[in-house]
């Protein structure tokens, strides 16, 4: 079990976290795919908790490499990005035709690609093992929360005001914006 507390190791305790934050977004895509949005958003929301502790152990018990870098953006672009757009997409998107339907599928590329961009963007900047005091632009979880209440929000602004969030919230992604890392 040495493996666990290995920083070489690509089976150590930190990674195993991210896997199974991976391994929640999965399943929460299958969950779509088959109409079942609570279960997509609990098992999203069980991701994004091994995200947070990923990240704590990796730091605490010395854990960070660059393997576990990129499976961190891997295992973000999957729950914090492909399952929130998937989510609005099969629930608040998937009833319009025509224009209406291309201009929503036309967004929720537009989004997937900031997501992906900004998390390429941190990994290039990341240093394993370091934190900086403040995140450039929208964090791709803070982002899917945002994704979240607009999808909630569905009774009060409908699917024109999801998708103009999804659009700010795309632009945000990639801004000059400075958040506070917690």
């Known amino acids: 079990m040495n493996f666990l507390w290995r920083a070489t190791s690509h089976f150590n305790l930190a990674n195993l976290f991210t896997m199974v934050n991976i391994t929640a977004g999965l399943v929460a895509t299958y969950c779509i795919s088959q109409n079942h949005f609570g279960y997509a958003i609990i098992l999203a929301w069980?991701?994004?908790a091994f995200d947070?502790?990923?990240g704590k152990i990796a730091r605490k018990y010395a854990l960070s490499n660059e393997?576990?870098?990129?499976?961190d953006s891997f295992a973000d672009f999957l729950s914090f990005v492909l399952v929130p757009t998937f989510l609005i997409f099969q629930a608040v998107y998937s009833h319009l035709e025509g224009i209406a339907l291309g201009i929503t599928a036309v967004a929720s590329i537009?989004?997937?690609?900031?997501g992906l961009r900004r998390l390429i963007q941190f990994n290039i900047q990341a240093d394993a093992?370091?934190?900086a005091k403040y995140f450039t632009?929208?964090?791709t979880p803070l982002g899917a929360i945002l994704l979240w209440i607009a999808y909630v929000s569905t009774?009060?602004?409908?699917w024109i005001g999801v998708l103009v969030s999804m659009i700010i919230i795309g632009i945000l992604l990639n801004s000059k914006l400075k958040i506070r890392h917690l």
């Open 137 to 139: 632009g929208v964090p």
């Open 46 to 48: 069980i991701g994004g």
């Open 52 to 54: 947070i502790f990923d």
């Open 155 to 158: 009774p009060f602004i409908s």
């Open 110 to 114: 537009y989004y997937v690609i900031s």
């Open 129 to 131: 093992g370091e934190v």
């Open 67 to 71: 393997f576990g870098i990129q499976l």
